[in-house]
């Protein structure tokens, strides 16, 4: 089921298995300014996204830049949920 | 009176502008002296020269020659009988440095400086006409605070052309070629282009004319081609180029003082650098209505530049239109703005307004607030061929080197239609906030009864991740499939690019299986793709990513 909670724990999992800790807040972590994940790896993690949660999420959706950070994109996932 | 002294060891270019400055000057009343090293040229030249000609004994350094020239000022002033008789000394030449301009200011001679390479001068006024952009007004400036701030006359305003160019008289143009390399120039290298021209039958009804000028080299080919063809006509130094401009389809030549004279007369022309002020940015000489540009003519061979020629009048309507196409108007009336500035001290009011940008008209497509995509036009010509030989770009694809520039416009001409049709390539280009962030192709092609859609997408700017070629795939795959719902699309992936193959995969597309028909399509559409460098991929009509 697509919560909140899952998804944090997802993003926190892929994260981690790239060496990235996320910090205790967050949401307001923008993951593309941090530049820590190329665009192979963020492709990967939409991917992922899709098939775990069986969504299908649209392109438009990271071309806002308010969606870069990690508490928005979470909620924006939870909309198409 | 008005006193000029110009440099004629390096080309004409440097007089004839002044030829045109001190016109300007005498008809509003003053009178006008060149001091000038012995030329070279004709007696006939100077017959009805606007000015008085004053000859410097040869081969004397910078300073020797300032010293010359203020002896000479004075003794002008001395004939006119009024130590101030000499209201302005106009400086134009690269062989007149500081040390010449400093001389000539500390005697207390107001000095105007003509430049085209942002020399560093000691004038009281700078000229230069270049076109740079938006930093054409931001040169010149002086170097420190307290430094006093010369008049700067730049930009296109005050391009110093002979008076016939500011009629703007539209004319019939003949099946005619124009060649010229400027005053000088060395005409080994295109006569063997012209000799090829003369034997291609798409141009057996045109007349191919050169403009030889006086300090020209090598022309004793031309000389003899000319005794066997009665097309080619030479024309030796003439009193003007502003006739055969106008009545020429298209102009082959150097850059250099042409690039305004072209641009005043809406010539199209194929132009290449034979200098260092003849190396000009792209986009600048687009701003004026130019885009086929050359840097240089080392290294093409000659049937390849007679190629390029060709296309060019194959397609001269296009030319035509790309030359019509410019946002600064040159309307030839430079000389008379600085005439009147010198003689009144008014500064003219700025006519050279941009025009719109030239692609606000085109139809746009916003794929998001901020994200446009329109079809390419042939304005985009320099800036798609500038992306796609981006070295993060070229890696990728199935020819990794750098396309010269004189081999892209030929295959711009084939394959990128005027027309978009899906038979031919289609190019669309996106944008963020007008600014180009990638383009992308696709084209349909038929394969032994099946039609297929083939395409592409490179980068055009550092800016572009991975949401833009998500966001150019999924729009490509809609809009060819309703165009063509039933084609196979079909492409190449270089086996380094994980990215493009996981978005490819995320979008339905699979690896092909090599003895399969449509592997074999996809070969022959990219013969040029390697198995053990590429994945061959496709994806089905109605097939859902």
Known sequence: ?81 | MIVFRVDTRCGLGHLMRMKWLALACSEQGQQCHFLLEQTGLAADFFQNFPAQIHWLPAGLTETEDAVWCLEKLSALNAAAGNETAVQWVIVDGYGFGLCWETTIKQAGYALVAIDDLERSHQADVIVDAKWQGCRTLQRYMPASEGQTQPVRLLGPDFAILAPEYSSGKDVVRSRQLMFALGGGGDWQQLTAVIALLLTDAALESWTLLVVIGPYAVNTAELEQLSLRYPQLQLVRAPASLSAYYRSSQLFVGALGTSLYELAATKTPALTFALADNQQNQLQDLADLGHFLHLDSLIAIPAAALAQLVLVCVQNIERVKALRQSGKLEVDGLGARRIAHFLLTGQLPVPVSVERAENTATAEKIFLTPALSLRAVADTDINAYLTARNRPDNSWRMTITHSIPRHEHYCWWFSQQGSQQSSQQRQSFVLEQNGQALLYVWQQLRSFQGQNYWIGGWFAASDQVNFSHAQLILDWQLQFSAKQQPDAIWVAVIHQENKFVQLLNQRAGFVRLEPDSLQCQATQHFFPQADHTLFHFVGKWPHQES
């Open chain 1, 1 to 81: 089921m697509t919560t909140a909670q899952a998804l944090q724990e997802f993003l926190q999992q892929f994260f981690l298995e790239r060496g990235v800790v996320l910090p205790e807040h967050w949401q307001s972590f923008n993951f593309i300014a941090a530049g820590v994940l190329d665009s192979f790896e963020i492709l990967s993690m939409i991917v992922s996204l899709e098939t775990h949660f069986a969504l299908t999420i649209p392109s438009t959706l990271l071309t806002n830049a308010d969606n870069a950070s990690l508490g928005a994109f979470v909620d924006a996932l939870l909309e198409l949920a």
